[in-house]
């Protein structure tokens, strides 16, 4: 069934190039993991601001896909059910009605929806632990404003790291 491989590919994905929900859950946060040293502290907010890039860029493209998904089923939602239709399954175009593809095609709309949700999760949480990083080793990124600072501390208490 080539729509459960494909639903199953992007939980995959959701699941596979970044940490899982319950791997989230069972880790401790970067954050309470002390790095040992400054090479450390950038290597961890470096690598955090990039899964965090690829969760956007992800999200983008799986919006575009439902997207794509909602055109069709406004395009074939009020067509006659026994109605020919074609549809492209795994690179094959199959001929089937409209009866059987607007299920399908909504069915898949809705996983994308779900994929979504826990996609977005992921990156609200990696999001969390880079202001966390930033805030508590003052890392300051090239290109951006400084952070504000909660309190004033003087001139000794705002050296920081430049990533």
Not at 3 to 30: I, N
Not at 94 to 105: C, D, N, Q
């Amino acid at each position: 069934n080539t729509r459960a491989s494909t639903y199953q590919a992007l939980l995959a994905f959701a699941g596979g190039c970044h940490t899982t929900m319950s791997e989230m859950q069972e880790q401790k946060p970067v954050a309470s993991q002390e790095p040992a040293s400054e090479k450390e502290v950038i290597n961890t907010f470096q690598n955090l601001r990039q899964e965090v890039q690829q969760l956007f860029s992800k999200i983008n493209e799986l919006e575009s896909e439902k997207s794509e998904h909602t055109l069709v089923i406004d395009a074939i939602k009020d067509l006659d059910p026994k109605r020919k239709c074609f549809r492209l399954i795994g690179g094959v175009l199959v001929e089937r009605t409209v009866e059987e593809v607007l299920p399908a095609v909504q069915k898949n709309r809705e996983g994308l929806t779900q994929v979504i949700g826990k996609i977005t999760e992921q990156r609200d949480q990696k999001m969390e632990l880079v202001d966390t990083l930033q805030k508590k080793y003052k890392i300051r990124v090239k290109g951006e404003p400084e952070p504000e600072e909660d309190g004033e501390e003087g001139d000794a208490g705002k050296q920081g790291v430049l990533a």
